[in-house]
């Protein structure tokens, strides 16, 4: 280390900033100021705790020797820390104040963090003690004038986030370069040109420049910031012209504090403002030549910088930083629970601590050197997330297949039970419909049977109707034939009576003394209508003619088929004379004419009405017994219609329960063959159920032990690659899993982390590409086909 009379009077700059109001309650308090400066300039600046800690002793020396009336425990009490942004952040005026406690400075910058996050590029960050720590050291360097910081440790230590957050606290614009391949010497001119203006000129505001080691593409970019560093003049960094114009600019603020109005007091007032807002930082690893080589051609780089020194992380702060980013694995389901979320990460802090120990031992040993960096272990953290999410993904996704399968075969047995169920329910539906087509069927047989013993009576019935009735046509017909003989005799009568009138009966009736042709008429007529015993006179003939209207009504009316054989004999007589006839009748009265051809008529009617008459008995009687037999017959017909309607009833119903039975013994079919099917499909999955039900309950079992496997594998991949066989066997099997065990979380017994990250035939396949056999050539090709970035590996030769 090396110390001048600068650091002596950085601690009294830092005294000065105080606020003199504010210290007037005793001296402790303002000891304590200068207690803080000399951590800050001092003890920032160590690199190991053993340095520190015999700085704490000078420090308690001085403070005892010199300030001996302030109890220790007063003096060194902590958190010693001593801003100017809490006081603002506060809604109070900037002052340069000791903080009251850690969880209100923390709560502080978590409240910037948060306002940076909405205004620039979200940074995340946990922000655990230390780093809250470097945050206000930081804040504090480029608080002051001229102050300019020096950040070392290892990448990943948070440097960069951590200045860009301790600038905002400040309130300072941050500025930085873009390095790209084509970046050089002009390009930086260039940048610094802007830089310098925008802190001297326009806006004149404070500004931080931040730079890492890895911007530092060209040595000669030292150059211009030693010069910047040293005195804040670079020589040539601007044309006379350009100087011109920016004194041109700053000219009345120069006026105004107090510089000449020259060229070197416009310079001098240029370079101070520069000077007093543009802060520059450097972000450099202390690995390896660089950063020593650096230091002493550039000394600038050292002595105008307020060093920080970024130490390991702690134990608190790597578990701290591992339970901010594993406990998404807690609500997504990955970890049980809080208690296995602090195991793991405190496992993962043990894990990155212990590669201390181990690279102490690997230097002393075998002259090796291995650095472990935050950056290691927040890959460890990323890589043991999404190892632990993949492979509790794939088992999850293989154990819902399975007992998707397993579903299945339970829904399977279920049906299959429900089968035999439905089958018995089928089986007895089967018996009760065979139970009753039987029942139909023998109904059926038995209305048949009658049907046609009914159907054989009606054809019987039926033939002998037909006899009857072709007996009664024939009958008929005969005397229709007969019948049609007397027919023109009726008719000729008819009109005879036709022919008469009221006023012909009377013309007849009023002779005096008729012809005796009329009176023989008359008698005739009177023997037909009236039955006469004797044959009448005229006078009687009168009598009978008496009312010609009722008389002609009397021979209308006589049908002519029942005369007496005696009054027949005495008509016969009288017809038998030569008069008896129309034609002469009608020269002597045209009525007597009508009436004689009456009688003439009514008596061959009736002599051939008398002649058929019994044959007319006959076919009346023959007819009636035709439709007596044929009435018989129709309702013989109706009951054999009923009959058949009631078979044909019955013939339907049972066709249907025929069908019915048929298709409930199909359906028993079915259900039987279904049946067989699944009991086969059943018991030939029997043995496949108990053996994927294991593997569920295996895999279920890995899900949950897979916590500690991929712990195990992830620290394995992150660390274990740039050791030899004996530091690697000492780590993942005598000290990481151990840990693993005493912190109670779940891992597969006697576990190897190649079975984590490898299968047998990955393995295999290396070896087939030309992989060597022994194991650490196997480690090592698991650790580069896992790994996120390109792993440092030791050469595996006389190593197997």
Same mark, same amino acid.
């Given at each position: 280390y090396q110390f001048n009379l600068k650091d002596v009077g950085n601690i009294f700059q830092g005294l000065l900033n105080t606020d003199p109001a504010l210290f007037r309650d005793g001296v402790a308090k303002y000891a304590r100021v200068w207690l803080h400066e000399c951590y800050r300039v001092f003890s920032d600046r160590l690199i190991s705790t053993n340095d520190q800690a015999e700085l704490q002793t000078i420090l308690e020396k001085a403070a005892a020797k010199h300030l001996g009336s302030i109890p220790k425990e007063d003096m060194f009490a902590q958190p010693l820390i001593m801003t100017s942004f809490v006081s603002q952040a506060g809604g109070n005026e900037r002052k340069y104040l000791p903080c009251k406690d850690m969880p209100s400075l923390k709560k502080v910058v978590e409240d910037k963090l948060t306002e940076y996050n909405e205004t620039y590029a979200a940074m995340n960050l946990v922000l655990f003690d230390d780093a809250v720590n470097h945050v206000c050291r930081i804040s504090r360097i480029t608080d002051n004038a001229c102050g300019n910081a020096l950040l070392v440790g290892v990448g990943g230590s948070g440097k960069q986030s951590l200045a860009r957050l301790a600038s905002f606290c400040n309130g300072q614009d941050m500025l930085s370069i873009l390095v790209n391949q084509s970046y050089g010497m002009d390009a930086l001119k260039v940048d610094l040109q802007e830089f310098y203006k925008k802190a001297a000129v326009k806006p004149g505001t404070p500004h931080a420049f931040l730079m890492t080691d890895g911007q530092i593409a060209d040595e000669r970019f030292l150059v211009y910031i030693n010069d910047m560093l040293s005195s804040g003049a670079i020589p040539d960094l601007f044309t006379r012209e350009e100087y011109d114009a920016i004194f041109g600019t700053i000219r009345n603020a120069a006026k105004a504090g107090g510089y000449s109005d020259d060229r070197d007091g416009l310079f001098s007032f240029f370079i101070d403002k520069v000077r007093k807002n543009l802060h520059y930082m450097l972000c450099h690893s202390p690995v390896g030549?660089? %950063? @020593?080589?650096? =230091?002493?051609? %550039?000394p600038a780089l050292i002595s105008c910088s307020v060093v920080d020194e970024f130490m390991a992380w702690p134990r608190d702060a790597l578990d701290g930083v591992a339970r901010k980013f594993?406990?998404?694995?807690?609500? !997504? =389901? $990955?970890?049980? $629970?809080?208690?296995?979320?602090?195991?793991v990460a405190a496992n993962m802090a043990e894990v990155h601590l212990s590669i201390d120990g181990a690279n102490r031992q690997y230097l002393v040993e075998e002259r090796r050197f291995n650095?472990?960096?935050?950056? *290691?272990?927040? +890959?460890?953290?990323s890589f043991y997330m999404k190892m632990l999410t993949d492979k509790q993904h794939s088992v999850t996704s293989n154990c819902e297949r399975l007992e998707r399968g397993l579903g299945i075969m339970e829904q399977v047995q279920t049906k299959v039970n429900g089968l035999k169920e439905d089958l018995k329910i089928v089986m007895v539906q089967v018996e009760e419909k065979k139970a009753a087509t039987a029942v139909l069927i023998e109904?059926?047989? #038995? !209305?048949?049977?009658?049907? &046609?013993? +009914?159907k054989g009576k009606a054809s019987i019935k039926e033939a002998e109707t037909m006899v009857v009735a072709n007996e009664a046509a024939t009958l008929k017909a005969q005397a229709d034939g007969e019948l049609a003989e007397a027919k023109p005799a009726m008719e000729a009568a008819a009109e005879a009576v036709n022919c008469l009138d009221k006023a012909s009966i009377g013309e007849l009736k009023g002779f005096g003394k008729p012809p005796p042709e009329c009176v023989d008429v008359c008698a005739a007529c009177s023997y037909?209508?009236? /039955?006469?015993?004797?044959k009448i006179d005229w006078k009687?003939?009168?009598?009978?003619m008496k009312d010609p209207n009722q008389f002609l009504q009397t021979v209308l009316a006589f049908e002519g088929k029942e005369i007496p054989q005696p009054v027949l004999a005495e008509v016969d007589a009288l017809l038998a004379l030569p008069f008896f006839n129309y034609d002469i009748m009608k020269g002597k009265s045209f009525a007597a004419a009508n009436l004689a051809n009456w009688a003439i008529n009514i008596v061959k009617y009736h002599k051939i009405y008398v002649k058929v008459a019994p044959l007319m008995a006959k076919v009346e009687a023959s007819t009636q017994a035709k439709e007596e037999a044929e009435a018989s017959l129709a309702i013989v017909q109706k009951q054999v219609a009923d009959i058949e309607a009631e078979c044909a009833r019955l013939d339907e119903k049972l066709q249907g329960a025929v069908a019915e039975k048929e298709r409930v013994e199909a359906q028993a079919a079915k259900c039987l063959e279904n049946l067989s099917l699944a009991e086969r499909l059943v018991n030939g999955l029997a043995d496949e159920y108990k053996r994927w039900t294991e593997t569920v309950r295996e895999l279920k079992d890995l899900g949950v032990k897979l916590i500690g496997n991929c712990m195990l594998a992830s620290a394995f991949v992150g660390y274990i690659s740039p050791f030899s066989m004996k530091y690697r066997l000492q780590l993942? #099997?005598?000290?990481?899993?151990?840990?693993? =065990?005493?912190? =109670?979380?779940?891992?597969?017994?006697k576990m190897d982390p190649l079975k984590v990250l490898a299968t047998e035939a990955d393995?295999?396949?290396?070896? /087939?590409?030309?992989?060597? *056999?022994?194991?650490?050539?196997?480690? &090592?090709?698991?650790?580069?086909?896992?790994?996120? @970035?390109?792993?440092?590996?030791?050469d595996p030769q006389l190593q197997g």
């Open positions: 030549d660089t %950063f @020593r080589i650096r =230091g002493r051609k %550039f594993l406990v998404d694995l807690v609500s !997504a =389901g $990955n970890l049980p $629970n809080e208690d296995m979320l602090a195991a650095y472990t960096t935050p950056k *290691s272990f927040l +890959e460890l953290i109904e059926v047989s #038995k !209305a048949s049977a009658f049907a &046609n013993e +009914e037909l209508l009236f /039955n006469s015993k004797k009687a003939a009168q009598q009978m993942w #099997k005598d000290c990481w899993t151990v840990d693993i =065990g005493e912190r =109670g979380i779940p891992m597969t017994d393995i295999a396949g290396w070896q /087939n590409e030309g992989l060597p *056999s022994d194991r650490i050539s196997v480690e &090592n090709a698991s650790v580069v086909v896992s790994c996120s @970035r390109w792993p440092l590996m030791i």
